[in-house]
């Protein structure tokens, strides 16, 4: 798992220039606004946090999380996203976790270097789904090809005992 993140995290500095956003949670931008976006380092930090919880966990930070949406729906959608695009997440919640992103990057009050990384976080769930579903696929595969070997197996002595009956 920690290679997953680490992949992510390299091209996130490579496309970001490894800065951070000035803008801290809690604090006012220059129109007089609460910053309602988590920092870059936060982000990562949430990206990295959810692979270790157990199932029960899970579902009481998902709770938790949509109690506090109202009060920082930005942060909150992301925090629930990253729950949701953990590696042991169901394909629905992956699914789930692309629509939260998707909603996120048409926020006009994100910094370029944070619609980068939601752009990654996107990408990387897009491809887990597809590598899941090939994976499946692969195993369909795999059990055909052993039931017809099986197939064969059973045809083969009756064929050898057919070609020697005279």
Known sequence: MANRYTLLLVLLFGLA??????????????????????S???????VAANDTLNPAQVKRRQTELEQTLSSNPIAGRF?????????????????????????LQREPTLEPEQLKLLTLLQRNLLLTQRLRQQLRETREY???IEQ???????????????????
């Open 17 to 38: 220039g490894c800065t951070q956003s000035d803008l801290k949670p809690g604090t006012a931008d220059a129109t007089g606004t609460p910053g309602q976006m988590l």
């Open 148 to 166: 017809l070997k099986g197939l064969e197996e059973e045809l083969e002595p009756s064929t050898v005992e057919q070609e020697t009956t005279p």
């Open 142 to 144: 795999r059990d055909k």
């Open 40 to 46: 870059l380092t936060e982000m990562l930090n949430c």
């Open 79 to 103: 925090r629930l996203a990253c729950l949701f695009g953990r590696s042991s997440a169901s394909d629905a919640e992956l699914i789930r976790a692309r629509q939260l992103l998707e909603a």
